[in-house]
């Protein structure tokens, strides 16, 4: 079978689509036909090493494991002796590690059933990017029904979830985002749009209850500035601390103003959790979810689709189909 292998750090010409052997599942894997898959940024920082800290996990000098990838939808071809909860030919989506490969062994729990409404090419773009949403507005923003929520960095991958996740707990949505993603962020439903190049979106003071930052742009101080007290600012992004001392800087000075003022700032790794994919599952089931896909590839074109998604500039997610998604 095909996977895309990393052998060396580098720019995306070191991805090598390669011929593996098929993998056998473990006794609490299953092994899925992957039908689709996408790009996220965690899958640049392991192919290029960067930031440098990425390395203390993935190898210090090159990668300690070949396989990329994270995102997965596709159909179960077959089960270990210990998986009770899935069957060959169940179609399922989630997230597991190396997914850029016609077959993938994934630990029972890490996938749910795609609804049939949903393509194997949307299921595909879900796993990372809706998790990190999903998580970090339900468990670290607490976002309760009625509150207000700004979404900023609303026209990416994990920021275009965000602002239909919080939707779907109840939140009224301010969503902030570049000039060229105000049309199509404005009919995910979001009850107000604002285009950060000509507006601040923290300028009003004490205006929203939880404020999710998808890209780590925003400033400590106006996200101070524009919570309510008691509210949360949410970071799952470190775009506007690019260097590693810049990063730590930005979270020890949250730490310190978290405990001496009455707004809290939080970042946080979101991490794959059975309830959360479950949560998700039900979500596009009701209409509540739905990706906005920019570009598709093929997985002889994955070195373009990682091309284009470290623009950041792709509008909502970059889909890698693979065998006709
Ligand atoms: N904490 C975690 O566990 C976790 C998990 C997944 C991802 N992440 C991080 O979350 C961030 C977003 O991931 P993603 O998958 O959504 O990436 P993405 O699809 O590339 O989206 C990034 C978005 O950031 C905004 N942006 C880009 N350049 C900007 C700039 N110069 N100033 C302001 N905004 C800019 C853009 O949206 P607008 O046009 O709307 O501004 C862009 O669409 C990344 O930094 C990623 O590493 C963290």
Redesign the pocket.
């Known amino acids: 079978m095909k996977a895309v292998l990393v052998s060396r750090y580098g720019a995306p010409e070191v991805l090598q689509l390669s011929e593996v052997p098929a993998p056998e599942p473990g006794p609490d894997q299953v092994v899925v036909r992957v039908r689709a898959t996408s790009v996220?940024?965690?899958d640049w920082?392991s192919m290029r090493g960067e930031p440098v800290l990425v390395r203390f996990s993935s190898g210090l000098t090159k990668p300690r494991q070949p396989g990329i990838g994270a995102d997965v939808a596709g159909v179960v071809e077959a089960v270990g002796s210990a998986v009770t909860t899935l069957r060959p030919g169940d179609a399922v989506f989630g997230m597991s590690i190396r997914t850029w490969a016609e077959l993938v062994p994934v630990k029972a729990e890490g996938l749910v059933a795609k609804p049939a409404a949903v393509s194997f090419e949307e299921a595909g773009t879900i796993g990372?990017?809706a998790l990190?949403a999903l998580q970090g507005l339900r468990l670290h923003g607490r976002v309760q029904p009625g509150q207000r929520v700004l979404v900023?960095?609303?026209?990416?991958?994990?920021?275009h979830f965000a602002v239909q996740i919080a939707r779907a707990l109840g939140a009224g949505v301010t969503a902030?985002?570049?000039t060229?993603?105000l049309a199509w962020?404005g009919a995910l439903g979001a009850d107000e749009v604002i285009d950060?190049s000509k507006a601040d979106p923290t300028a009003a003071r004490s205006r929203f209850d939880v404020i999710f930052d998808?890209?780590?742009?925003l400033t400590l101080a106006g996200e101070r500035r524009a919570l309510r007290p008691g509210g949360i600012a949410v970071n799952?992004?470190?775009?506007g601390s690019p260097s590693v001392v810049g990063l730590v800087g930005r979270m020890a000075a949250a730490a310190i103003i978290s405990r001496v003022g009455d707004r809290r700032f939080v970042?946080?790794?979101?991490n794959r959790t059975p309830e959360d994919l479950e949560t998700l599952r039900a979500m596009l089931e009701a209409g509540q979810l739905r990706p906005h896909i920019d570009r598709r590839y093929g997985l002889a074109e994955i070195r373009e689709a990682v091309r284009y998604?470290e623009t950041?500039?792709?509008?909502?997610?970059v889909a890698v189909s693979i065998a006709g998604g």
């Open positions: 996220n940024p965690v920082h990372v990017a990190t900023a960095g609303a026209g990416g991958g994990v920021g902030a985002t570049s060229a993603n962020v950060y998808a890209g780590g742009w799952a992004g470190a775009g970042s946080y790794l979101a998604q950041g500039q792709a509008q909502g997610k």
